[in-house]
Structure formats: structure tokens, C-alpha cells
């Protein structure tokens, strides 16, 4: 699939090839693929994202925080060459509530040379799991296993992730 993008092989991904690559994805595949965050933290994270709660806890609120939303006119920081992407994608519980979270894992470069299959939990973050025998970082419930653990400070700092709100910060 031509994306507009060139082989990354031989050079370093910037995070201007990242956002041209977001930049390429049309409104109808955002909405396919149930309007997903994209973010980030730094790789030292993704060796804690199942350790004991407090080390759960930084890990989600590093890839939680809505600084690291690359989608978003504020998101400056991101490195590619120290920082991991996680798409970010929301699903509802047994009672129709949007509580579960699940943190997809992506090299920058796999989402630059398919940035649509990327955002595409169905395409790309459910195959891999299958695959794998394992399962992504994982909220079981955003409330309890997460924003409930905030400090009232953090929890002003932390967007809740309806789908309205990934919609209307996307597009």
C-alpha cells in the first residue's frame, strides 16, 4: 500500500515522517478503526507494562498522558530513535461501557510504511496477540485499574477516552 511514504530502511524515522504518516490516513479509516490515540513513551517502559501495580501505574500514565498524543498540535517531544508507539484503542466491557484499554504496540517504523493497518486493531493489534499467544498492556477497567489509582491533581490531567473525545481530537 503506497502511503506517500519512502522505504525507511535506510535511514532513521523522523517524527516528521510519523505525522505525515497520521497525516495520511483517511477520515473514513480513522472511523473504521474506532478513532484510536496515537502515543508514546520511552522504550524504558515497555519492560514495566506488567510488573506490579505502581510500575503499571507509571507505565499507563506515561502512555496515557495526553502530552505523548501525537494526533494532537502538542505533542513536540516524541523521538523515534528512544520512544515507542502505542496505539491506543478503547472497547466496551460486558455492559456496553468504554472502560477497556488496550496499549498496541508499534515500532515507528511499522507505522510508517503502514500507518492505516497500524491504527487498525482488527488488522493489526488482534492478529498479533493471536499470533503471539500473548496480550498488549491491557485496562480491564479505566476506572479502577487506573484513574481511581490518580492523585486529584492527575486525574484534571488525564482525558477520558470516549469515543467522542478521540473523534473530535483526531479530526
Known amino acids: ?3 506517500g511514504i519512502e522505504d525507511f530502511e535506510e535511514r532513521e524515522v523522523t517524527t516528521e515522517d510519523i505525522l505525515n504518516g497520521i497525516k495520511s490516513i483517511s477520515p473514513i479509516e480513522w472511523k473504521s478503526a474506532n478513532y484510536p490515540v496515537i502515543s508514546y513513551a520511552n522504550r524504558e517502559f515497555l519492560d514495566i507494562k ?26 513536540v517531544d516524541f523521538d523515534p530513535s528512544q520512544n515507542f508507539l502505542f496505539i491506543i484503542h478503547t472497547f466496551k466491557d460486558s455492559k456496553g461501557e468504554e472502560v477497556i484499554i488496550k496499549a498496541i504496540t508499534t515500532t515507528p517504523e511499522s507505522f510508517v510504511e503502514d500507518p492505516r493497518n497500524m ?53
Do not use: Q
Request: contains cysteine; glycine residues 4%; charged residues 30%.
Open 50 to 75: 506488567d510488573k506490579e501495580a505502581e510500575k503499571s501505574l507509571r507505565f499507563w500514565k506515561e502512555v496515557l498522558n495526553p502530552e505523548h498524543f501525537l494526533n494532537m498540535a502538542k505533542s
Open 119 to 171: 491504527i487498525n486493531y482488527y488488522r493489526h493489534g488482534f492478529p498479533c496477540e493471536n499470533r503471539g499467544g500473548g496480550r498488549y498492556p491491557t485496562l480491564n477497567n479505566f476506572w479502577v485499574d487506573f484513574y481511581d489509582k490518580l492523585s486529584s491533581v492527575d486525574m484534571d490531567k488525564y482525558p477520558i477516552l470516549t469515543r467522542d473525545w478521540k473523534k473530535s481530537n483526531i479530526i
Open 1 to 3: 500500500m503506497d502511503n
